[in-house]
């Protein structure tokens, strides 16, 4: 196949996960419903839920609403949590699938995402990363199983606790298992996206697509992150972009959730036009979606 008729299978599904200041008007009332259906009425084909909204009624009954409406596509969150007992995560996690998937009879879903709990990470003195790694694959390994029976894409996210790497070797042990991009949580660990692993991209059926202003603090020892409009920081977007095209052997199957962070030095909304207009550029027509109504 040519480059040429590679290129033309860009991804079609643009979702948005986050991120929602103040300036974006949602947190009059219920800011859950409100931020899903800003989603919806900014041409995004689905938002972020948690597995838990699923079992909420007033929550659930908004949903369906959504993808009668809109055609809105939902990506589903849980946590994982290496100091969980085997068996008790593979029992709360093959719940939350059988919530998922009785769900799904009604309201369409893009993945089921796990994020490690919050305070853990590669570094952890206590449990080295090769027991991590080893935890995590025994606990996820029949939901990955049950997920590729169903059809239901399941994918891990470097959130600030892994580099790409860790992730690729932790796929490899996990049948099924694929991995969230977060472009932007790459710096949170001092690992620069431009240096993402090749064998990490065909693994992508998920991303979190966000930028950042990277600047050095030497007093600190450290350097500090701040949003930027997609496509404008430091990241590097169109280079991973053009990247998953060539290396993925399937790019139009990716789901394209952004994680947009705005620029401090810019109003939201302006930051948020500009990175509007970075996704119509990469989506060569798949975003905005045409709202159903």
């Known amino acids: 196949m040519s480059n040429s008729e590679r290129y033309e299978e860009v991804p079609s599904f643009w979702g948005m996960a986050g991120v929602f200041p103040g300036d974006l008007g949602v947190y009059d009332g219920d800011a859950w419903a409100n931020k899903l259906r800003f989603v919806a009425e900014n041409g995004f084909h689905?938002?972020?839920i948690a597995v838990q909204d699923l079992e909420d009624g007033t929550r659930f009954e908004f949903l369906q609403q959504l993808a009668k409406e809109f055609g809105q596509t939902q990506g589903v969150h849980d946590r994982i949590d290496y100091e969980e007992s085997v068996d008790e995560a593979r029992r709360r996690l093959g719940n939350n699938l059988d919530l998922l998937l009785a769900a799904r009879e009604n309201v369409p879903f893009a993945f089921?995402?796990?994020?490690?709990?919050?305070?853990?990470?590669?570094?952890?003195?206590?449990?080295?990363?090769?027991?991590?790694?080893?935890?995590?694959?025994?606990?996820?390994?029949?939901?990955?199983?049950?997920?590729?029976?169903?059809?239901?894409p399941a994918v891990i996210e470097n959130h600030g606790d892994y580099y790409v790497s860790d992730l690729v070797e932790l796929c490899a042990m996990t049948p099924g298992l694929e991995i969230m991009l977060d472009t932007g949580n790459c710096y949170l660990l001092g690992e620069r996206p431009d240096q993402i692993p090749d064998e990490a991209f065909p693994l992508v059926k998920a991303t979190h697509w966000k930028d950042h202003w990277v600047q050095p603090n030497p007093a600190?020892?450290?350097f500090d992150l701040t949003g930027a409009s997609l496509g404008e920081g430091h990241v590097g977007l169109e280079e991973i972009y053009q990247k998953l095209l060539r290396l993925h052997p399937d790019p139009s199957s990716i789901r394209m959730m952004i994680e947009w962070v705005p620029d401090p030095d810019k109003p939201a909304l302006e930051?948020?036009?500009?990175?509007?207009?970075?996704?119509?550029k990469l989506s060569q027509g798949a975003y905005p979606m045409k709202l159903k109504r």
């Open 271 to 280: 930051c948020l036009e500009q990175s509007k207009r970075h996704l119509e």
């Open 46 to 48: 689905g938002g972020a």
């Open 112 to 152: 089921y995402s796990f994020i490690l709990k919050s305070g853990q990470h590669r570094f952890d003195r206590s449990v080295s990363l090769k027991e991590q790694l080893s935890l995590l694959s025994e606990q996820l390994r029949p939901v990955c199983e049950r997920c590729i029976a169903e059809g239901l």
């Open 220 to 222: 600190a020892l450290t």
